[in-house]
């Protein structure tokens, strides 16, 4: 059997983070992600709103860095969970539980951009478990540093003529 959604969107609200009562965090938040196609009748995208729930060091992690408006990828699986509302009535309701939380845009394309849907690059972190980096689509190649003074160490030229393939 497989369970796995893949998700990207804007966090429509900042991630609430609660901890339990053994202190395991865990964070809250939901994501407005557009369909790939648009309504017959306008022509409009719809949008779908989905609640995200994230456990221990992935949340921490998310309410850290994510704030509303801010473009995340979400991994995970989708829960079902059954309840009983204040009247009594049986209710359900879907959540996906988030593995783990990408950065979905740079930090510099989402200032000043709270709400807003200006397209980001796709890459980031990884911090449910095992962290990766990359640079994001769009973004300036990072430039080597130079050494510092008084450094044994000094700066090669990339000349690959030499090299056989």
Same mark, same amino acid.
């Not at 497989?2 to 998700?7: E, G, S």
């Not at 640079?135 to 540093?145: I, K, L, R, T, W």
């Given at each position: 059997m =497989?369970?796995?959604?893949? =998700?990207m969107g804007r966090l429509t609200r900042d991630p609430e983070l609660r901890r339990t009562g053994s202190g395991v965090a865990v964070a809250s938040f939901s994501l407005a992600v557009d369909r790939d196609f648009g309504n017959r009748e306008s022509g409009e995208r719809e949008t779908d709103f989905i609640d995200i729930v994230a456990w221990r060091s992935t949340a921490e992690f998310v309410s850290k860095y994510f704030t509303k408006g801010r473009m995340a990828v979400v991994s995970g699986r989708l829960q079902i969970r059954n309840w009983t509302d204040k009247e009594g009535n049986k209710r359900r309701s879907a959540e996906v539980v988030a593995d783990n939380v990408y950065f979905g845009d740079s930090k510099r394309d989402s200032q000043g951009q709270e709400g807003g849907y200006q397209q980001g690059g796709f890459g980031g972190q990884n911090y449910g478990g095992s962290q990766t980096f990359s640079? /994001?689509? /769009? $973004? #300036?190649? #990072?430039?080597? $540093?130079a050494p510092a003074p008084g450094s044994d160490f000094a700066m090669l030229e990339d000349d690959d003529s030499e =090299? #056989?393939?």
């Open positions: =497989l369970n796995h959604i893949v =998700l640079q /994001g689509y /769009g $973004a #300036p190649a #990072p430039q080597p $540093a =090299l #056989p393939f």
